[in-house]
Every structure is written in structure tokens, then in C-alpha cells.
């Protein structure tokens, strides 16, 4: 039984309090002022309805902003890979452009030398290391044939050593078994060019009375039977004279980056007729 009287007492309250303010909410137009006990239920219920009102207000701050930041976190990422994409296509560009630039060097390095060539990828170097060489990816089906010289627009590359179908092993001009007869330009004093690093040759046999100088640029002589007449080696970076030697001690600065060898061209050599009457034609 008391059980059941405070429960009718507390809902006695309740009403009462719900009929107070229907009666504050209603006659509050009406009169320009509250009376004390207003006041006091006022001062009670504003806080808490302020509670209520700033705790909704700030569910739904959280609710937009949650929303806003899932969105600009999908348009982040989209943005990223339209980033990304533009990127890649970019160095796509800049890649196409620099191979045509090499490849418009090479063109006119063909025109100006004249001569029967055939372009070749480089496709891989010397694994063992034992030997300064590329790999091309042309062979004898392409008609290449051993002993050819290879070039790029910068000069002298080397020459075919080795070859298969497909493909040819091409030594070059930096490795201590190549040898290259040499001018040099300017005042015609031969020389043999050799191998002696990665970023060096060494040019042999020029007499100590040859007129040299530190830039001279040194060319092909076309003796030897591999090389055209006039292609550029390199440039003379270091002349020495050893007391003793009937030889000047004289380094070479290659004409060609071999470090960023990418095409070459193949000389090729013009069929020789067996028939002594084309031979005179």
C-alpha cells in the first residue's frame, strides 16, 4: 500500500509542476513580469532546458561535421589519385619527349655520316663484369655482322664482337682490349685510343713532337678498317711527358656518356661484289 501511495504521490507532482508551467507558458504574454513563484520555476528549468538545447545543438554539429569530414576524406583520395595519374602521365611526357629528342640527334647524326645504318635498342650490359659491354637487340637476321662499328649522336660507342639472331654483344671503346686509330683534329698527329675506365681512355703512341692541347678533339682516321673516317672519340683532358718515354702520356675524355647509352646505330658495311666488273662500275 505505501508502495502503490508514493507512486500516486509522485505523479501528483509531476502533474502539478506540468500544470505550473502550462500555466507560466500561457500567461506569460499577458503579464509584463513573472511573480516569485515563476521565478523560481524558471531558475529551475532554464538550466536544464539550456542543457537539452546545447546538447542537441552539439549532436548536430557532430552529426554534419562527421558527415562533412567522411566527404572531404572521399575527396581527399580522389583528389590524391587524380594526382597521382596526372603524374605518371607527366613523366610519360617528359620520357616521350626526351626520346624523341635522342632519337632527332640520331637522325641527323645518320644524315651527316652518310652512311648505311641501322638502330638498335640497348637491352642489357656485361653481367660478369669482366668486360666493358652492351647488348643490343639486333643480330645477324637484322644483317649485322661481326666487327661493325657502333655509334650514337655523341661519337664513337664501340664495335659488334659477339652476335646470335637476335642480338649483338657490341665492346666498347672504354674497355682495356678496344683500340681506336686516331687524328687529332686540329694538327692531324695520329694516336691509338684505349680503354683505361668507366670515364677515361687512354691515347697511345703520340710522339713527343706532336702539337697537343688540353680540349683538342680527337676523331677517327678511318685506318684499321672498322671505324669511317672523322667520327669524334673524345677530347684530350690531360697531357703528360715521362722523362725516358718516346711517348706523351695523354688521357681521353670520351665523346659518349656510356652511362646513359639507350639507342645506337649500327654502321653497316656495303656488300662487296665478287664480280671484278661491278667492282669497276
Known sequence: ?????????????????CFVLFMLL????QRPSWNPVEQIIIEITAPLQNFIKQTVTAAEDFWENYFF???????????????????????????????????KDLLQFKEAINRPVLAAQVIGRDPTGWFKSIVIDKGNRAG??????????????????????????????????????CLIQRSRDRGIAKGASAEICKLDYVAKSSDVAVEDL???????????KGLPVGR?????????????D?????????????????????????????KKK
Open 218 to 228: 680527337v676523331v677517327t682516321s678511318g685506318l684499321g678498317g672498322v671505324f669511317p
Open 144 to 181: 649485322l655482322r661481326p666487327s661493325m662499328p657502333v655509334v650514337n649522336a655523341s661519337g664513337v660507342v664501340g664495335r659488334i664482337v659477339s652476335i646470335s639472331p637476335n642480338y649483338a654483344k657490341v665492346l666498347l671503346i672504354i674497355d682495356q682490349n678496344s683500340a681506336v686509330d
Open 69 to 103: 569530414l567522411v566527404n572531404l576524406r572521399l575527396e581527399n583520395r580522389q583528389l590524391k589519385r587524380k594526382v597521382d595519374a596526372l603524374g605518371a602521365e607527366n613523366s610519360r611526357y617528359r620520357e616521350l619527349l626526351t626520346t624523341h629528342e635522342r632519337l
Open 26 to 29: 500561457s500567461s506569460s504574454g
Open 1 to 17: 500500500m505505501k508502495d502503490v501511495r508514493s507512486f500516486y504521490k509522485i505523479w501528483i507532482w509531476i502533474l502539478l509542476v
Open 236 to 248: 684530350i683532358s690531360e697531357i703528360n711527358e715521362v722523362s725516358g718515354e718516346f711517348f706523351k
Open 250 to 278: 695523354i688521357k681521353l675524355r670520351p665523346a659518349v656518356d656510356f652511362s646513359k647509352l639507350e639507342e645506337v646505330l649500327v654502321i653497316l658495311k656495303e656488300q662487296e661484289s665478287s664480280n671484278p666488273q661491278e
